[in-house]
């Protein structure tokens, strides 16, 4: 056998999700899917290398938790300031949660080193 190849992956999305709501599995995998594909879009239209170089890499996700909204539109600001793609997510309300419930937050894709200040020291779902 040949050496082994290890992958480089220096780009990431970011989903972060509110521990407080106590979502469903089923509920919690949509919401999550929401967000990294409205999160995607918007890195692909305004950070297209970035899309390129996460998509080409593997299109490595990682899924977190914030306390509740306040933590959640705190981590949105920071990622805004940062100039990173983004996108809040919000329910209609049409099965487990009332209308107009934000449920998480989508960050990048984008490099490790410009996600990880801010959303670093979340802990995994």
Do not use: N
């Not at 972060?16 to 919690?28: A, E, F, H, N, Q």
């Not at 239209?45 to 996460?54: I, L, N, P, Y």
């Not at 419930?101 to 670093?120: F, H, N, S, W, Y």
């Amino acid at each position: 056998m040949g050496p082994k190849i290890r992958r480089v992956m220096e780009h990431k999305l970011v989903i972060i999700v509110r521990d407080d709501l106590k979502m469903s599995g089923g509920k919690l995998a949509v919401q999550v899917a929401h967000a990294a594909v409205s999160s995607a879009l918007e890195a692909k239209s305004k950070k297209s290398r970035w899309f390129a170089d996460w998509y080409r890499e593997g299109q490595r996700k990682v899924v977190l938790r914030a306390a509740d909204l306040d933590e959640l539109r705190t981590l949105e600001a920071k990622a805004a300031r940062a100039g990173l793609p983004r996108a809040l997510i919000t329910d209609a309300g049409l099965t487990e949660l009332p209308p107009e419930t934000t449920t998480c937050l989508g960050i990048g894709p984008a490099p490790e080193d410009k996600v990880d200040p801010i959303t670093g020291s979340l802990p995994l779902v």
